[in-house]
């Protein structure tokens, strides 16, 4: 499903219309297409998306991706499963053009919040243009028992 024009200016006309769309661009039942169009328009062109990872022998690694990457990344596990991210924490630091939001979030299998999956947080680089804003870059780690989400970060 493609957005018109003016829906997707909506996305990208304030750091709290972009915060939400990210959010809203992943979410939805299992086998719901994600409007990965919509997705694409909140990054600058050459953004990343960087995932911490953690290997079974403990190790710790990244994975970087752009926009389309991280669709083709997500795109098999939506098929089969439903996925809701919602923000429960946001702080956001700025400067000019720029913002850094650390966005903590809680992943669900359902709308309501419920059947959580694990919670972690966003850290999202901003910028404006003067005409929009544009993710940067969008780093992310999810909470472990050896990683727990400060208390700063949390309602």
Known sequence: MTMSHSAISKDVGSVDAIVA??????????????D??????LFYPGARLL???VASDGSIGISA????GFAEFATSYFRTNAFYEREVFRRV??????AQVFST???????????SMGRGINS?????????????SMLWDDERPENAIPPQ???
């Open 51 to 53: 995932r911490t990872m």
């Open 21 to 34: 769309a990210l959010y809203e661009t992943i979410s939805g039942p299992a086998g719901a297409e994600r």
């Open 153 to 155: 970060y949390l309602p």
């Open 65 to 68: 991706m752009d926009a389309q």
């Open 93 to 98: 630091d700025g400067f000019g053009r720029m």
């Open 124 to 136: 999202i680089q901003l910028w404006s243009d003067g005409r929009r804003w544009w993710v940067m």
């Open 105 to 115: 979030y809680e992943a669900c299998s359902a709308p309501d919040g419920t059947g």
């Open 36 to 41: 990965w169009d919509r997705l694409n328009n």
